[in-house]
Nanobody, 119 residues
Framework: QVKLVESGGGLVQPGGSLRLSCAAS????????MGWYRQAPGKQRDLVAG???????NYADSVKGRFTISRDNAKSTVYLQMNNLKPEDTAVYYC?????????????WGQGTQVTVSS
């Protein structure tokens, strides 16, 4: 069973940047599609970005041009580079294994990492 641990969150001012990491253990993730998801208070957990085993990427419209998802299979790690952050990006960010067809997550969630964008 894959265990996922997210890190890299924090408090940042609007316009700032953060790089989130998702480290996987227990199984290799090379052949899996991976996704980053976020959940703001009182809202559902939504897809932010996904990346297939072939490095095809998909982004939510709200983050296109600002966020970049990448993966390092040798390190079993998936990254989310977030630039030009906005207050509406404030949420807990999670990574997950995902279905390639529609990025619906499956498996266990990690603890998430809090991102707060505020001046």
């Amino acid at each position: 069973q894959v265990k996922l641990v997210e890190s890299g969150g924090g408090l940042v001012q609007p316009g700032g940047s953060l790089r989130l990491s998702c480290a996987a253990s227990g199984s290799i993730i090379t052949f899996y599609t991976m996704g980053w998801y976020r959940q703001a208070p009182g809202k559902q957990r939504d897809l932010v970005a996904g990346i297939t085993s072939g490095d095809r990427t998909n982004y939510a419209d709200s983050v296109k041009g600002r966020f970049t998802i990448s993966r390092d299979n040798a390190k079993s790690t998936v990254y989310l580079q977030m630039n030009n952050l906005k207050p509406e990006d404030t949420a807990v960010y999670y990574c997950s294994l995902a279905r390639t067809s529609d990025y619906v997550p499956f498996g266990s969630w990690g603890q998430g990492t809090q991102v707060t964008v505020s001046s």
